[in-house]
Every structure is written in C-alpha cells, then in structure tokens.
C-alpha cells in the first residue's frame, strides 16, 4: 500500500542551463496535460489515505492554485498530511500564496540556487535575490511555516567564502529547511554543449559541502541526510519515505514510482505520454539481491545511517557478518562509524561515499 504521491508538472518558461531534468516551455499543452494527469491517477489511484503529497518539476507554480487544487481533490489526504509544492521565487506574489495555503499545500519548496546574481544570469535563472526575499516573506505572511530553499554548490568562479554567505543568508531567513546539490553536468542540459569556464573542481566543491555541514549545524539545522539540513521536527516527510525504501506512487510524464515490488517509469514525450497515459513505459519487478543493495544504498544517505537490527529482520540475514570485511575496511579509515545499532558514513565519508558503496553492491 502506498501512501505517498509525487506528481510531476513538466513546464518551465525558460530550461536551466544546469538542468537535464523533463521539462517543455509548453504551457499552451497544460489544460490537456492536467486532463491526462487526471485520468492517470484515476486509473492508478486506490484511495490510499495519504501521508505526503509532493508537486515537483518542471515549476509547478506556473500551475494557477485552482488548477492545484483540483488535483489535490483527487486524493484522499490525512490530517497531518505534508503537501509540497516547488516554485520559482519570481512573479510569486502574497495573493498567490495565500490561495495555495487555501488549496491545503502546507510546505513550499523554493529554487534559490544562488543569491549572487551574477551567478543567477550564467546558469540561466530568471529571478533576483531580492525575489527570494519576497517569496519567503511573502510564504511566512501567507501562513506558511514550513519552507525550504535549495542551493546548488560548486557554480563557475564559486568560491566557499560566498557560498557560504548564500547559506548564511539563507539562515538569516529563518527558513526551516535547506537542500544542498553539487553542480553536476549531465548529458541533455545547455552547459552539456556549452561548458562553463573556472568550474570548481571536485576538491573545491568537498571544501564547500564541508563548510555548509559546519555553517549549518552551528546555526540550529540538523543535517538528517547527505543534501538535506533542517530545524528540528522539519524533516521532509515526502523524501523521507523515498530514502526509507517505501512504495510510492508517480504520476506525470517522466515520472517514477514504486509499488507492489515493481519499480516503473513513465513516458519522457508529451505525444506518448497523451496517448497512453495509464500506460508505464517501463516496468521492473525488483529481485531480492536488489531490494537488500536499495536498502544498504538509501540507508546510508541519511545521517541516522543503517539500522542493523531493522536489516537483519527484513532480509533475515546477518549484515554485520556479511559485510564484515567492507565495515571494518571503512571504520578503520574513519568513513563509517557504528552508533546505537547503527552503522552510518561520518562528513569525509559522504565525500566519497559513490567509492564506499561500490563496494557494498558489488
């Protein structure tokens, strides 16, 4: 049974040059979208009594909140449910916020990446720091007490001394949650062709990571997964149920969920996706070997680490005997460390933490 729902809203007016995510400036294509969303999860939906519900994208605030709100009615939501809408602070407007309040969103989510605006034009972000002022000034006085900000580390020129006065804004803010991403330069973004200059190299971008965990826990934010800081009692929920292995539904064009043992993908192209919408592209029934390499995988992205106690009974094994070779091999060198029945990766252990679980999943 799953109880949580990630829906994708795939416009955006103008494609980050940073960002191979699905996403169209195709907004003439929304109202024939949100017609096969709907039909989507109609045909998908069980009735769950849903714990999070999750708007990403794309730039789901290009969605009007009557237009949110009809898909938020869709589903059978509980009281404390955690409702997440991601937006782009520019053109959002006390007015806005307020009617998203109304329609039952709860948190917001909002793409800072950088308050330099330098930086903002070369990666090909449309708004101004002082947007990112508005929006959140504009979501505490429009009720909200849950926002976050996310922040990408490792922009060209970017040295830790500013990203650091990025965090330290963002502290001034009062905001209850922060995200953290490297730049990562994937195949089908702008600067995949277009390569920016002075890009900080993999040991800058470390000094940066390291500097946002000390910034960060020194001014109240519990860091409770690798990219993820938050006042106490503001963990993202939503990400939560991902990073704990849960089922989950997705639904939208490119979209991924998880249920019944079977993990699927949706279609990545507008016509295909209109065509088929409660048709999945893929498919893929998840083995047992798979289940246990997820479990090790998302286990050590959060900072509470790998519950060997909860390992052990899921897969009825013994994990500390099975990967006694690998965990004494990392405590040794200072990148794991065992804690009240738990095994989890220290900060220099997160920097190379692709090497340590290479090894796990071999």
């Not at 949100?34 to 969605?63: A, C, D, V």
């Not at 007015?95 to 930086?119: H, M, P, W």
């Not at 002075?198 to 001014?219: C, G, I, T």
């Amino acid at each position: 049974m799953a109880q949580n729902v990630y829906i994708h809203i795939p416009f955006c007016r103008q494609k980050c040059r940073y960002c191979s995510f699905v996403s169209f400036p195709e907004l003439r294509q929304k109202e024939l979208y949100l017609n096969k969303l709907e039909e989507e999860i109609k045909y998908f939906y069980k009735q769950e009594l849903l714990k999070t519900l999750y708007f990403g994208g794309g730039t789901p605030s290009l969605l009007e909140p009557d237009e949110i709100s009809r898909l938020i009615r869709l589903f059978n939501i509980a009281p404390d449910a955690e409702i997440t809408v991601e937006l782009n602070p520019e053109n959002i407007t006390y007015e806005y916020l307020q009617k998203l309040k109304s329609a039952g969103v709860n948190r917001l989510s909002i793409g800072c990446q950088t308050f330099d605006e330098k930086k903002l034009v070369q990666i090909g972000r449309k708004h101004l720091d002082q947007d990112v002022l508005n929006a959140v000034n504009n979501a505490f006085a429009a009720g909200f007490d849950n926002v976050s900000l996310d922040f990408i580390y490792g922009l060209p020129e970017q040295t830790v001394s500013e990203f650091e006065q990025d965090l330290l804004k963002a502290v001034s803010l009062d905001v209850q949650h922060i995200s953290l991403y490297g730049l990562k330069i994937e195949d089908g973004c702008y600067f995949a062709s277009h390569m920016p200059e002075n890009l900080p190299d993999s040991d800058l971008q470390a000094d940066m990571y390291l500097k946002a965990v000390e910034v960060l826990k020194l001014n109240g934010y519990e860091h409770y997964e690798v990219s993820n800081f938050a006042k106490s009692g503001y963990y993202s929920r939503h990400n939560l149920n991902y990073w704990d292995n849960n089922s989950y539904y997705g639904f939208g064009i490119s979209a991924h969920g998880y249920i019944d043992n079977k993990r699927y993908s949706n279609h990545e192209k507008f016509d295909e996706y209109f065509e088929s919408p409660c048709r999945h592209a893929t498919e893929h029934v998840v083995t047992d070997e798979e289940k246990l390499e997820e479990e090790i995988f998302l286990g050590f992205r959060k900072m509470s680490g790998v519950s060997i106690d909860n390992i052990n009974k899921k897969f009825d094994m013994d994990f500390e005997k099975q990967y006694s070779r690998i965990l004494e091999k990392y405590i040794a060198s200072g990148h794991i460390v065992k804690q009240n029945g738990r095994f989890k990766l220290t900060d220099q252990g997160i920097l190379v933490s692709t090497i340590i679980l290479a090894d796990f999943l071999e």
